[in-house]
């Protein structure tokens, strides 16, 4: 098999799922055989294996405590009941991305089912139902709203730019300066 002077672009992909564990056992050998062939395989390998290590050597981070308290605050004070549910709802998807997952496949299930097979039924609601419908609408809409702003905030401030970003920045400056030395 001939290496040309430019690695691929899938090569490369072999690479990082090595480099990270992420490919199979028959595919890891082949890249480290590669790499003990191949120079510039072995210095990208080696690179991508240090990204990995600072990639998984990241903590999860949890909800401040801070922001837990001040939604519970905010949630005792209106109707105890709904809001309480609604607050549980949100502190398991905030915390289990499974149960995240699981409730938005619900959901889209759930919403296609009853698109798919409605059957219209004529049922009259007074007007103090649809108002207190429409308030107990927008007073979960408010608190959603204000989770998502300050989770937003959170990802792109804190760990995007801080435990994403300067870890990558830091490996492709040193891949970068291989290059340039090599």
């Known amino acids: 098999m001939k290496y040309q002077s430019k690695i691929n672009e899938a090569l ?3 690479i990082i799922s090595a480099a990270y564990s992420d490919a199979g056992l028959i595919e890891k050998i082949k890249i480290y055989f ?3 062939r191949n120079k510039r395989v072995k210095k ?10 600072a990639v998984h050597s990241l903590e999860q981070e949890k909800c401040p405590d801070t ?7 905010e949630l005792s004070t209106k109707e105890n009941k709904i809001i309480t549910l609604v607050s549980d709802f949100l502190y398991s998807v905030l915390y289990r991305p499974a149960i995240s997952a699981l409730a938005a496949v619900l959901f889209i299930s759930t919403l296609l089912f ?3 097979f409605n059957k219209t039924v004529n049922k009259q609601y007074s007007d ?4 207190l419908a429409e308030k107990q609408v927008k007073r979960s809409l408010v608190l959603v709203n204000k989770i998502f ?3 937003t905030f959170k990802l792109e401030n804190d760990i995007l730019k801080k435990q994403v970003a300067e870890p990558v920045n830091k490996g ?5 300066d291989l290059f340039k030395g090599g």
């Open 67 to 73: 922001i837990l308290k001040s939604i519970k605050n």
């Open 128 to 131: 103090a139902q649809v108002q």
């Open 172 to 176: 492709i400056s040193t891949i970068n």
């Open 114 to 116: 009853f698109v798919l």
């Open 149 to 151: 702003e300050r989770t």
């Open 34 to 36: 590669l790499a003990a």
């Open 12 to 14: 490369l992909n072999r």
């Open 44 to 53: 990208l390998l080696e690179e991508y294996k240090i990204t990995a290590r």
